[in-house]
C-alpha cells in the first residue's frame, strides 16, 4: 500500500513539475509544443475531440500520464531498468506523433476536404 501511495505522489509531482517546465517552454501558451512533448497522450486525442464534450478526456490523460508511469515501474520486480526504457520509447513515439498531429491541427491541415482544398493552375495561353 506504501508503494501505491509513494508511486501515485511521485508521478503526481512529476505532472506539475513537467506542467510548469512545458509551460515556461511554451511561451506561456502561445504554442504548446513543449507540452506536448512533455504529454503527448493528451495531444494525440486533444484535435479530434476539440469543440465537444469529450474534450475533458485530453486533462484526464494528462493528469494521469506519469502517475501511471509510476505505478508500472513501482510494480515491475526485477526488470524496472527494461520497463522504463520502454515506456520512454513509447512516450518519444507518442511524442513525435503528437508533434506531427500538433503542427498539422495548427495550421488547419488535420483533415483537409474537398472544400478547403484550393486548386492552382497555370494561365491559359491565348490561341491555344
Known amino acids: ?28 501558451g502561445h504554442t504548446l509544443t513543449a507540452i506536448t512533448i512533455f504529454f503527448p497522450y493528451s ?9 465537444t464534450h469529450w474534450e475533458f478526456l485530453a486533462l484526464i490523460l494528462l493528469l494521469a500520464q506519469f502517475p501511471a508511469y509510476a505505478l508500472i515501474i513501482a ?15 513509447a512516450h518519444m513515439v507518442a511524442a513525435v506523433i503528437a508533434l506531427q ?14 472544400a478547403t482544398q484550393q486548386i492552382v493552375r497555370p494561365p491559359r495561353r491565348k490561341g491555344r
Open 43 to 51: 495531444g494525440l486525442v486533444s484535435p479530434s475531440l476539440k469543440d
Open 101 to 114: 498531429v500538433y503542427e498539422s491541427s495548427r495550421y488547419g491541415l488535420l483533415l483537409p476536404t474537398l
Open 75 to 89: 510494480y515491475s520486480g526485477r526488470r524496472r531498468s527494461l520497463v522504463a526504457i520502454v515506456i520512454l520509447l
Open 1 to 28: 500500500m506504501k508503494r501505491l501511495f509513494l508511486a501515485i505522489a511521485a508521478g503526481g509531482l512529476l505532472t506539475v513539475v513537467f506542467f510548469v517546465i512545458g509551460a515556461l517552454y511554451s511561451g506561456g
